[in-house]
């Protein structure tokens, strides 16, 4: 499975980021795609997922300023990220919990995360 993450930038406090990121391989039984942001000195956290069925979370800090969608059909998830705070900045990563399909076929499914490389997103105040 490769993740391509595309979209980080810099951007004043108060302006907008999308974030979009493209998976591809084997990635027929996705189950979860998500956004994690890691800020310089502190470790990963979640954003926003998106589960299968279209259940959807976000953290804390996202709520009613970014915005997660996800497309079946292209095998995308992006994130919409307004009134942006210099706390916001992160390096973002694209994520996503699959089950191989040979897991499947060999009737012992098992569930594997992938990460995407990673795009800085900067908010300066």
């Known amino acids: 499975v490769q993740l391509q993450a595309s979209g980080g930038g810099s951007v004043q406090a108060g302006g907008s980021l999308r974030l979009s990121c493209a998976a591809s391989?084997?990635?027929?039984?996705?189950?979860?795609m998500a956004w994690y942001r890691q800020a310089p000195g502190k470790q990963r956290e979640l954003v926003a997922n998106?589960?299968?069925?279209?259940?959807?979370n976000y953290a804390e800090a996202a709520k009613g300023r970014f915005t997660i969608s996800g497309d079946n059909v292209k095998n995308t998830v992006s994130l919409q990220m307004n009134s942006l705070k210099s706390e916001d900045t992160a390096v973002y990563y694209c994520?996503?919990?699959?089950?191989?399909?040979?897991?499947?076929?060999?009737?012992?499914?098992?569930?594997?995360?992938?990460w995407g490389q990673g795009t800085l997103v900067t908010v300066s105040s």
């Open positions: 998106i589960k299968r069925g279209d259940s959807i």
């Open positions: 391989g084997d990635i027929s039984h996705i189950k979860v």
């Open positions: 994520s996503v919990i699959v089950i191989p399909v040979q897991s499947i076929l060999s009737n012992r499914p098992y569930e594997r995360t992938y």
